[in-house]
């Protein structure tokens, strides 16, 4: 897409969030300084209205209870029915047999068009071979020191990004948040998963100039993100198709 | 009043808050930056206890659940019994039916003495014509790019404040906080939210002097209020009445 | 022991909280910033599990109900069977019943390796005479201007810290994470205890330096926590043993 941070800043898109208690905070506070418009309802008694006037769902795990994921499968079949992108960030897959059981309930239940982990994560949701609906056309985003995406037909790599994001709790969670804001102005979900990783990528390298810890390291993130501009971004990105 | 701030950062008073998952932090933290002392306890088996040994009630629905506002019910009547001002932040309000459905419950069954809200949200709610407790003695608080706040006999416009206040997740859930502990020294609660976004508003301004973006002007935005005092502001402050 | 700091960014111990919603992300990111691994993982059908993969667990009753509780029983059953150490934080202690009767509850079930509060906190929990598990091996640490910290055959006072800590919420959290974190690492909880306590308030001394406020002076303790050396804060301890 040619210029999805100005995009995002023009129509505002509402990016509806159940997610962890540890990073809500900073998944909405990302989300407004790219220019979209967080919004967090997780009660059963109201999540799909919420999700049905959003544009696009984020999903995280982080925190998860099995109610907590009642209204996620709520909100995620409203998506699905208003056909707008629903990301998971399968946060902490692998380390308890109840986030693998919840993650393939999820991914078993409702389309999901963008699964994003770590490796391990990533790995282990592929081993499990869950039946799991429509994921042919699911975007898979594995996070790493170099990020890859890919949609089965293209994979990209991007190696936007700077060591300090990893001094921080909550730069993955983030990420999925910034996936869901370009994905919500972007029918390419691949494309946009690939343009999310690279914009905060530059951003976090443009932040580790000037910081000298986390503490300013994430004031600054904040501040690059927020003056951040689609030929900015441009000009720094790092992005391999394989 | 003639020295709200003071006389906070003198008696320290204790302001109870039910609030939501995404900025509780922030409403804490910036109570206890104007001197206050926040407390949050929203268990239904001690709830109402921690408001009666508190001097203020702020209830936020911003994450609401059906849970949560039977804990604000109980602590609000425990507040009503104590006649300790009631704050209630109508966030989002208008967005979904349970939204309303809950507000216009809190509204019909205890006496809220201070409402917040961003336009929509308020006009929302007067709209509904709901059946309300003792609404001819509600202060109403209308928060923008200039708030207004009245309590039927008096309306007073506000002008303090930064654009880069609506940069930040969060502002206005502070604002709510902040009204809450200067209501609990001050019995004219129009007097009180008045004040408040003066005060709030003014720390915003001299904020915005040093900020490159959304992450300074936070870090800013604390360390002002944090020094403020109420000569600083009183020579600052863009009241009218109308 | 020697080198704490050293050892716990060598070994990245998992911290498991169970922890409060106010600074839920506090006590994550200032685990993560002395270079151990926090997680949060709270929903019965998992935590035990999550403990079993940790190297300390950490409660905090900042925001209970009567779920998180029966969650921090299970958790800390866990942490009892695989020996390790188990830190309570006794936030609010005294302010209402439920608290008291949760606490004692907590203490009479699972053995607590290091309780944490302040003096009212620990005044109202020795008071109470509970019949606590295992009490004889407890360490129990009093935070305030100076912090004691006691397992009844040593006791240590630790005079470091800067009265800026106290100026921002979640100080009291974070270190009962640093204790944690220091717990993991160190079989000797009284000495890590006050160890934690002392390179917590090392680095406050050194944030303090340049803050303005508790906007600057959180963001200076984050980097300066990052920046910490077993030899920097071995040069500035001030311990006194009774």
């Known amino acids: 897409m040619k210029n999805p941070l100005k995009t995002i800043r023009e129509t505002k898109p509402l990016v509806h969030h159940i997610t962890n208690w540890v990073t809500i905070y900073d998944c909405a506070n990302i989300t407004r300084a790219f220019g979209a418009l967080p919004v967090m309802a997780h009660a059963p008694e109201e999540c799909a209205d919420?999700?049905?006037?959003s544009s696009a769902l984020v999903l995280n795990i982080g925190t998860l209870t099995s109610e907590i994921i009642d209204s996620m499968l709520l909100s995620a079949a409203a998506a699905n029915e208003?056909?707008?992108?629903?990301v998971l960030d399968a946060v902490g897959v692998g380390a308890t047999r109840f986030r693998?059981?919840?993650?393939?309930?999820?991914?078993?239940?409702?389309?999901?068009?963008?699964?994003?982990?770590?490796?391990?994560?990533?790995?282990k949701l592929a081993g499990e071979n869950a039946e799991t609906k429509g994921v042919e056309s699911t975007s898979m985003v594995m996070t790493g020191k170099e990020d890859v995406i890919s949609d089965g037909n293209r994979t990209f790599?991007?190696?936007n990004g700077h060591e300090l994001m990893g001094s921080i709790v909550g730069t993955g969670c983030m990420a999925a948040s910034i996936?869901?804001?370009f994905a919500s102005?972007?029918?390419d979900y691949c494309d946009a998963a690939k343009d999310a990783l690279c914009y905060f990528g530059a951003a976090g390298e443009l932040a580790a100039k000037n910081s000298a810890g986390p503490g300013s390291?994430?004031?600054n993130l904040y501040d690059e993100v927020f003056n951040l501009s689609d030929e900015k971004v441009q000009a720094m990105m790092k992005v391999e198709e394989l």
């Open 82 to 86: 208003k056909k707008i992108p629903v």
């Open 157 to 159: 790599v991007v190696k």
């Open 179 to 181: 996936i869901g804001s």
């Open 100 to 123: 693998d059981e919840m993650a393939a309930k999820i991914l078993g239940s409702v389309r999901v068009d963008i699964i994003k982990g770590n490796y391990s994560e990533i790995a």
């Open 217 to 219: 390291f994430k004031v």
């Open 50 to 53: 919420m999700t049905g006037i």
């Open 185 to 187: 102005v972007n029918p």
